[in-house]
């Protein structure tokens, strides 16, 4: 605006269109306002005076950071100057938005600003630096790349000084990674630097540290970016985007595009910091006075419950059994405190990691009453273990502080972050559809035994002084009903999820032989009612302890107010539930989000605030909470119980209500624990059970299928099994393994269906138990086969072809030995020198239209068998229909199969004198209901052998014949068998209470999104893409009905780790179809710095998920409905 100006050629026009109306100037990087007192600018009313309000927001992405509004008037035609100060904004440390409101209610005419400033006393800043990478690798600095040739002295391109790192990736996701013998402190460095040149090509690359080279769960966030080619580039890599690490040992750079990669070069990698005369220090905390107690009196447990329990395993150790009385008993009287980790990490025990000391015992003069380790100790991930060391060693490590912690009196919990089984990758490794494959049936099942099995070993290893096994809460696949952890919500089903915990739980206690361990049920606090809480619960049988993981992540006095609320009110309804199903309950994680902060927390006496409000509860008999277990002290970045006597940063601001809360005689830490596992408490007899152990709720049959059922007979024995399938009862009969099954081929009609399978145990006292699933049927039924077990029947030899020079011959007989067509053949090459000399034999089977009705037929199927001793060349068989009407054939398949005989599975026994055979089932599409016979050809290139080939295992099949996966498809909403049961499966909530549910639209079916906006202030749903490539495309199309209501629409799509968002607007609500551009995407508010810079158009190549969310507009609280079909990417012209 020039036409009026304070100051200078230019100011700030701003007219404002509706009531409330504000001006938000938005700064991408967040402003320090350290040094400055307040905010000054210049405001004109223009034609008339107006009432505005001035305010700023801390951070964008945090709705809680607003500060108090200050209120003042610009005068009409009058320059005036607004000082707002620091103070009245509530002094903060940082400013994201700067907001100016319209105050009076109504449309504004203009008002101008000019010279909008912070004032005050600017700290003078000078850049310091720690050299990392200078010419050639220090002393003290490993090259510990992978998949890498790297030159630490190169010449070749050089940025600064006399060498630069030259390194070339051999191979896919291959990095550069510097190891440092010495962890490097970063203290008072607030980023990284580096320059970069991708040599002769653009190279995408990922950025990461290691705080602890012995801790894999110690890896950074990956920050993306892209070395471009033949420049050099510098990239600055804050290090609050790493996680803020105390500490870094390793330092990698990955390459990120799935393949090997041509040299680049890396120089002068530093850490850089700022120096200023005002820098900040430590507020000095004092001591705590008071300090900790030293007359708390032991509990006793004389007068507990030792009436038998029923556990889930009736022979539990007298330890264990003693150990659930003793939790029951305490749980209402008492809250023992617990955390993860508390002997083998710590900030203020020197790095120490034997289980002898605690950040718990320095602060309070205790260790606490429950100790918290997690299976990756065991895998050497986490401390005491260490990737360097064999399971076994570990195991030993592990087991060593758990019996000093025993020792104590304590009660010891065990966590399971399992691993990737598909993939290789960690827990937080989402692809791979890992709990389908890791259930009896699956391709990782043996993998997630020996896990398992190393589980089993490490629960024998723990014995006490007297020799017996130390008791263990296990508490596997924690935080389910989230999806950040691969067996969330978000990738298996309900049903799916209480097979897995089953079957861990039968194989450690039942196979395993383990009987020192209690099984806690842990979801996230996604939960508000007994229902919500029992869709995953894998039921009474399998549960010893009810608890739930619920982290505080409120931010604000009045928001922690309503979460202190919620964390009692979910332990309130577990202890109901408890007392009816006679369960343990206890809160399994808990503790301030993002851990507690060196300064400025939020409420510093957080952890007399929760005991208060459990206490008070307690005291109601409402909460009978045994123990809260708060997180681990991994650095300074990232603890959960304040520290005393560190020594940088002195003493937390904590510390003081952390003595208060065990000063309190309601808690209870080892000093005063005692009398656990001496009680004498025997377990009830079992009752009888059982489940169908190898489907679950939702599976897919794609044939005949073995469906098996676990019957646990206990009080009494089973009299008979039966699997009911629509209208036809199977007898079940008893396998070697225990467990009853039966063959069950499903009819045609059932195919492509949804349906019940109910297994039935009846029981010698006539009463019984079942289980009930819907499985999909997409299968494919013979109809007809000929396994040639006694003879040939109707086959023949059919003639051979060969070119000029070349032959092919042979002759029918049968193999009474294999029980196969034996076809003794001769191919000759014609030695042309080409490698495309076409040799082929035909075998014919007659009269398949009088054995089955081939209008039923769409595949057909058989088997070729070769000798150990044949030569590889390429093989094409395929097949012919024989039919009376003219040309008298079809043929099928020709040219589809290309196979070499590693394509074939070869058996691992020997037969005869044809050695280890070769085996290739072919499955071929053919339709033809006038069909007499099938010719299957046998079509070798440029072969020589002389010699027999078999052929076995004729079917004809009645098939399903899916549609091939459309990448660039989102959902149709034609695929869930009319089951909204089905879609639930497909689609996470997110926020506020949502369904989805499946409505008639367009001859079709559509989804409508039933949202709430509550206190969320949004709502959505999340399905998964896993990885789709929209390279080719470029925007994002969909059918959509809006409701109207005008609330904030996100679409949210998650490309290469990054989250993209647009935000469509529309208030009416007419049925439309949505165009959205991949261009108009833009990364998230709250990703990080460096992708903020990313565009959604260069990262195509990997789609993961895609959101749909409702965000709160103006207050608004209320319901509302949206209609959506035919979601997908598409390419429309730009």
Same mark, same amino acid.
């Given at each position: 605006m020039t036409t009026t100006v304070k100051n200078g050629t230019k100011s700030l026009g701003v007219t404002y269109t509706d009531a409330w109306a504000a001006l938000s100037i938005y700064s991408s990087q967040p402003i320090k306002t350290e040094g400055y007192d307040y905010i000054s600018f210049f405001v004109n009313g223009g034609d008339s005076d107006k009432k505005l309000g001035f305010y700023i927001i801390r951070d964008a992405a945090d709705d809680t950071s607003e500060s108090p509004k200050i209120n003042f008037t610009a005068k009409a035609g009058e320059w005036t100057e607004v000082k707002v100060k620091m103070s009245e904004l509530a002094n903060p440390e940082t400013i994201q938005r700067i907001n100016i409101q319209e105050l009076s209610g109504a449309a504004q005419t203009p008002i101008y600003i000019d010279d909008l400033s912070l004032i005050g006393e600017a700290p003078i800043v000078k850049e310091k630096v720690m050299n990392i990478y200078q010419d050639s690798l220090p002393t003290g600095m490993q090259n510990w790349s992978w998949s890498t040739t790297a030159d630490f002295a190169s010449t070749a391109k050089v940025k600064e000084g006399t060498g630069a790192i030259s390194v070339e990736y051999t191979d896919a996701w291959a990095a550069l990674s510097l190891y440092s013998a010495q962890q490097i402190r970063p203290e008072g460095y607030d980023s990284i630097k580096f320059w970069i040149n991708g040599g002769d090509s653009d190279k995408k690359l990922g950025f990461s540290i290691v705080r602890d080279a012995a801790d894999e769960t110690s890896e950074s966030p990956k920050i993306n970016f892209t070395a471009k080619a033949g420049e050099w580039i510098e990239i600055t890599i804050k290090l609050s985007e790493l996680a803020s690490p105390e500490t870094i040992q390793r330092i990698n750079i990955q390459e990120l595009s799935g393949s090997a990669q041509t040299p680049m070069y890396i120089d002068e990698i530093r850490l850089v910091g700022t120096t200023s005369g005002n820098e900040p220090k430590p507020t000095p905390i004092p001591d705590p006075n008071p300090g900790p107690r030293t007359d708390k009196a032991k509990i006793s447990t004389s007068g507990y419950d030792v009436s038998p329990i029923d556990a889930v395993d009736a022979k539990a150790t007298k330890e264990t059994t003693s150990l659930f009385a003793a939790l029951k008993g305490i749980g209402g009287k008492k809250l023992m405190f617990g955390q993860q980790h508390a002997t083998t990490f710590g900030l203020t025990t020197g790095g120490s990691k034997d289980g002898t000391k605690s950040d718990v015992m320095n602060d309070v003069g205790a260790f606490p009453a429950v100790f918290g380790w997690d299976t990756l100790s065991i895998e050497g991930k986490e401390s005491p273990g260490n990737t360097s060391l064999p399971v076994e060693e570990n195991i030993k490590l592990l087991a060593d502080v758990v019996k000093k912690a025993h020792a104590t009196g304590g009660v010891i919990t065990l966590s399971a972050h399992m691993p990737n089984f598909v993939t290789g990758g960690d827990f937080y490794d989402l692809n791979g559809n890992v709990v389908s494959h890791i259930l009896p049936?699956?391709?990782?099942?043996?993998?997630?035994?020996?896990?398992?099995?190393?589980?089993?070993?490490?629960?024998?290893?723990?014995?006490?002084?007297?020799?017996?096994? +130390?008791?263990?809460? $296990?508490?596997?696949?924690?935080?389910?009903?989230? &999806?950040?952890?691969?067996?969330?919500?978000?990738?298996?089903?309900?049903?799916?999820?209480?097979?897995? =915990?089953?079957?861990?739980?039968?194989?450690?206690?039942? @196979?395993?032989? #383990?009987?020192?361990?209690?099984?806690?049920?842990?979801? !996230? !606090?996604?939960?508000?009612?007994?229902?919500?809480?029992?869709?995953?619960y894998p039921g009474d049988a399998y549960v010893d302890v009810l608890g739930f993981d619920q982290y505080d992540d409120s931010g604000s006095m009045t928001s922690e107010a309503n979460w202190m609320k919620s964390?009692?009110?979910?332990?309130?309804?577990?202890?109901?539930?408890?007392?009816?199903?006679?369960?343990?309950?206890?809160?399994?994680?808990?503790?301030?989000?993002?851990?507690?902060?060196?300064?400025?927390?939020?409420?510093?006496?957080?952890?007399?605030?929760?005991?208060?409000?459990?206490?008070?509860?307690?005291?109601?008999?409402?909460?009978?909470?045994?123990?809260?277990?708060?997180?681990?002290?991994?650095? %300074?970045?990232?603890?959960?119980?304040?520290?005393?006597?560190?020594?940088?940063?002195?003493? &937390?601001?904590?510390?003081?209500?952390? #003595?208060? $809360?065990?000063?309190?005689?309601?808690?209870?830490?080892?000093?005063?624990?005692?009398?656990?596992?001496?009680?004498?408490?025997?377990?009830?007899?079992?009752?009888?059970?059982?489940?169908?152990?190898?489907?679950?709720?939702? &599976?897919?049959?794609?044939?005949?299928?073995?469906?098996?059922?676990k019957v646990f007979e206990y009080d009494k024995k089973v009299s008979k099994v039966s699997l009911t399938a629509g209208n036809t009862e199977l007898p079940m009969s008893k396998y070697t393994d225990g467990q009853y099954g039966v063959l069950w081929t499903p009819t045609i009609e059932q195919n492509g269906t949804k349906m019940d399978l109910t297994v039935t145990v009846l029981y010698d006292d006539d009463t019984m138990s079942k289980e009930k699933i819907k499985i999909k049927v997409m299968a494919d039924i013979p109809l007809k086969q000929y396994t040639f077990d006694r003879e040939l029947g109707n086959i023949s030899y059919d003639g051979s072809y060969a070119p000029e020079g070349a032959s092919a011959t042979g002759a029918v007989s049968y193999d009474s030995n294999l029980k196969a067509v034996k076809v003794d053949s001769k191919f000759v090459d014609n030695d042309d020198g080409s490698d495309w000399t076409y040799q082929e034999l035909k075998v014919k089977l007659s009269g398949i239209n009088n054995d089955v009705d081939m209008s039923k037929?769409?595949?057909?199927?058989?088997?070729?068998?070769?000798?150990?001793?044949?030569?590889?060349?390429?093989?094409?068989?395929?097949?012919?229909?024989? %039919?009376?009407?003219?040309?008298?054939?079809?043929?099928?398949?020709?040219?589809?199969?290309?196979?070499?005989?590693?394509?074939?599975?070869?058996?691992?026994?020997?037969?005869?004198?044809?050695?280890?055979?070769?085996?290739?089932?072919?499955?071929?599409?053919?339709?033809?209901?006038?069909?007499?016979?099938?010719?299957?050809?046998?079509?070798?290139?440029?072969?020589?052998?002389?010699?027999?080939?078999?052929?076995?295992?004729?079917?004809? +099949?009645?098939?399903?014949? #899916?549609?091939?996966?459309?990448?660039?498809?989102?959902?149709? $909403?034609?695929?869930?068998?009319?089951?909204?049961?089905?879609?639930?499966?497909?689609?996470?909530?997110?926020?506020?209470? !949502?369904? @989805?549910?499946?409505?008639?639209?367009?001859?079709?079916?559509?989804?409508?999104?039933? =949202?709430? +906006?509550?206190?969320?202030?949004?709502?959505?749903?999340?399905? /998964?893409?896993?990885?789709?490539?929209?390279?080719?495309?470029?925007?994002?199309?969909?059918?959509?009905?809006?409701?109207?209501?005008?609330?904030?629409?996100?679409? /949210?799509?998650?490309?290469?780790?990054?989250?993209?968002?647009? =935000?469509?607007?529309?208030?009416?609500?007419?049925?439309?179809?949505? +165009?959205?551009?991949?261009?108009?995407?833009?990364?998230?508010?709250?990703?990080?710095?460096?992708?903020?810079?990313?565009?959604?158009?260069?990262?195509?190549?990997?789609?993961?998920?895609?959101?749909?969310?409702?965000? /709160?507009?103006?207050?608004?609280?209320?319901?509302?409905?949206?209609?959506?079909?035919?979601?997908?990417?598409? &390419?429309?012209?730009?």
């Amino acid at each position: 605006m020039t036409t009026t100006v304070k100051n200078g050629t230019k100011s700030l026009g701003v007219t404002y269109t509706d009531a409330w109306a504000a001006l938000s100037i938005y700064s991408s990087q967040p402003i320090k306002t350290e040094g400055y007192d307040y905010i000054s600018f210049f405001v004109n009313g223009g034609d008339s005076d107006k009432k505005l309000g001035f305010y700023i927001i801390r951070d964008a992405a945090d709705d809680t950071s607003e500060s108090p509004k200050i209120n003042f008037t610009a005068k009409a035609g009058e320059w005036t100057e607004v000082k707002v100060k620091m103070s009245e904004l509530a002094n903060p440390e940082t400013i994201q938005r700067i907001n100016i409101q319209e105050l009076s209610g109504a449309a504004q005419t203009p008002i101008y600003i000019d010279d909008l400033s912070l004032i005050g006393e600017a700290p003078i800043v000078k850049e310091k630096v720690m050299n990392i990478y200078q010419d050639s690798l220090p002393t003290g600095m490993q090259n510990w790349s992978w998949s890498t040739t790297a030159d630490f002295a190169s010449t070749a391109k050089v940025k600064e000084g006399t060498g630069a790192i030259s390194v070339e990736y051999t191979d896919a996701w291959a990095a550069l990674s510097l190891y440092s013998a010495q962890q490097i402190r970063p203290e008072g460095y607030d980023s990284i630097k580096f320059w970069i040149n991708g040599g002769d090509s653009d190279k995408k690359l990922g950025f990461s540290i290691v705080r602890d080279a012995a801790d894999e769960t110690s890896e950074s966030p990956k920050i993306n970016f892209t070395a471009k080619a033949g420049e050099w580039i510098e990239i600055t890599i804050k290090l609050s985007e790493l996680a803020s690490p105390e500490t870094i040992q390793r330092i990698n750079i990955q390459e990120l595009s799935g393949s090997a990669q041509t040299p680049m070069y890396i120089d002068e990698i530093r850490l850089v910091g700022t120096t200023s005369g005002n820098e900040p220090k430590p507020t000095p905390i004092p001591d705590p006075n008071p300090g900790p107690r030293t007359d708390k009196a032991k509990i006793s447990t004389s007068g507990y419950d030792v009436s038998p329990i029923d556990a889930v395993d009736a022979k539990a150790t007298k330890e264990t059994t003693s150990l659930f009385a003793a939790l029951k008993g305490i749980g209402g009287k008492k809250l023992m405190f617990g955390q993860q980790h508390a002997t083998t990490f710590g900030l203020t025990t020197g790095g120490s990691k034997d289980g002898t000391k605690s950040d718990v015992m320095n602060d309070v003069g205790a260790f606490p009453a429950v100790f918290g380790w997690d299976t990756l100790s065991i895998e050497g991930k986490e401390s005491p273990g260490n990737t360097s060391l064999p399971v076994e060693e570990n195991i030993k490590l592990l087991a060593d502080v758990v019996k000093k912690a025993h020792a104590t009196g304590g009660v010891i919990t065990l966590s399971a972050h399992m691993p990737n089984f598909v993939t290789g990758g960690d827990f937080y490794d989402l692809n791979g559809n890992v709990v389908s494959h890791i259930l009896p049936g699956g391709s990782k099942h043996n993998e997630y035994n020996k896990f398992l099995d190393n589980i089993a070993t490490f629960a024998k290893s723990i014995n006490d002084e007297n020799g017996n096994l +130390i008791p263990v809460i $296990f508490r596997p696949f924690h935080e389910n009903t989230g &999806s950040w952890f691969w067996w969330g919500a978000a990738f298996c089903t309900p049903d799916q999820y209480i097979k897995l =915990y089953r079957y861990t739980v039968d194989y450690l206690r039942d @196979v395993k032989g #383990v009987h020192n361990f209690l099984y806690a049920y842990s979801p !996230s !606090s996604t939960f508000s009612t007994e229902a919500e809480y029992l869709e995953r619960y894998p039921g009474d049988a399998y549960v010893d302890v009810l608890g739930f993981d619920q982290y505080d992540d409120s931010g604000s006095m009045t928001s922690e107010a309503n979460w202190m609320k919620s964390i009692v009110s979910r332990a309130e309804l577990l202890t109901a539930m408890a007392d009816k199903r006679g369960k343990v309950v206890t809160i399994t994680e808990t503790g301030i989000a993002s851990g507690i902060k060196k300064e400025n927390n939020v409420n510093k006496s957080w952890f007399t605030t929760l005991l208060n409000a459990l206490k008070e509860s307690a005291e109601a008999g409402k909460n009978k909470a045994a123990y809260m277990l708060v997180w681990a002290n991994f650095d %300074m970045n990232q603890f959960w119980v304040p520290y005393m006597h560190h020594s940088i940063y002195g003493n &937390s601001e904590l510390l003081q209500d952390f #003595v208060n $809360f065990y000063n309190d005689d309601f808690t209870v830490f080892s000093d005063t624990i005692d009398g656990f596992y001496g009680l004498d408490v025997d377990t009830v007899a079992e009752k009888s059970y059982m489940y169908i152990s190898n489907l679950y709720d939702g &599976s897919t049959v794609n044939g005949p299928y073995t469906v098996k059922a676990k019957v646990f007979e206990y009080d009494k024995k089973v009299s008979k099994v039966s699997l009911t399938a629509g209208n036809t009862e199977l007898p079940m009969s008893k396998y070697t393994d225990g467990q009853y099954g039966v063959l069950w081929t499903p009819t045609i009609e059932q195919n492509g269906t949804k349906m019940d399978l109910t297994v039935t145990v009846l029981y010698d006292d006539d009463t019984m138990s079942k289980e009930k699933i819907k499985i999909k049927v997409m299968a494919d039924i013979p109809l007809k086969q000929y396994t040639f077990d006694r003879e040939l029947g109707n086959i023949s030899y059919d003639g051979s072809y060969a070119p000029e020079g070349a032959s092919a011959t042979g002759a029918v007989s049968y193999d009474s030995n294999l029980k196969a067509v034996k076809v003794d053949s001769k191919f000759v090459d014609n030695d042309d020198g080409s490698d495309w000399t076409y040799q082929e034999l035909k075998v014919k089977l007659s009269g398949i239209n009088n054995d089955v009705d081939m209008s039923k037929v769409n595949k057909v199927a058989f088997d070729i068998i070769l000798p150990e001793s044949v030569k590889d060349t390429l093989f094409k068989p395929y097949t012919m229909a024989l %039919m009376p009407a003219e040309p008298g054939y079809k043929k099928y398949g020709e040219g589809a199969l290309q196979l070499h005989l590693s394509d074939f599975k070869q058996d691992t026994v020997e037969t005869g004198d044809y050695g280890k055979m070769y085996r290739y089932n072919v499955l071929v599409d053919l339709e033809d209901a006038t069909a007499t016979g099938l010719i299957m050809a046998f079509v070798a290139f440029d072969w020589n052998y002389e010699g027999p080939i078999y052929i076995d295992n004729v079917a004809f +099949i009645s098939g399903i014949k #899916v549609k091939p996966a459309d990448p660039t498809l989102v959902d149709d $909403f034609e695929g869930y068998f009319n089951d909204n049961a089905e879609l639930k499966n497909a689609y996470t909530p997110a926020g506020d209470t !949502s369904t @989805v549910s499946l409505v008639s639209h367009n001859l079709g079916k559509a989804v409508k999104f039933d =949202y709430t +906006i509550g206190g969320n202030g949004y709502s959505g749903i999340v399905k /998964q893409l896993g990885g789709a490539d929209w390279s080719t495309l470029n925007a994002l199309s969909m059918n959509i009905k809006p409701d109207g209501l005008n609330q904030k629409m996100v679409v /949210q799509i998650k490309a290469n780790g990054i989250y993209f968002e647009v =935000y469509p607007t529309f208030a009416d609500t007419t049925e439309k179809n949505l +165009i959205l551009k991949f261009s108009d995407f833009t990364p998230a508010p709250w990703e990080s710095e460096p992708n903020k810079a990313a565009l959604m158009i260069d990262n195509l190549n990997d789609i993961e998920a895609i959101g749909i969310y409702v965000n /709160q507009v103006d207050g608004f609280t209320g319901n509302g409905t949206l209609i959506m079909d035919d979601i997908k990417a598409v &390419s429309v012209a730009s």
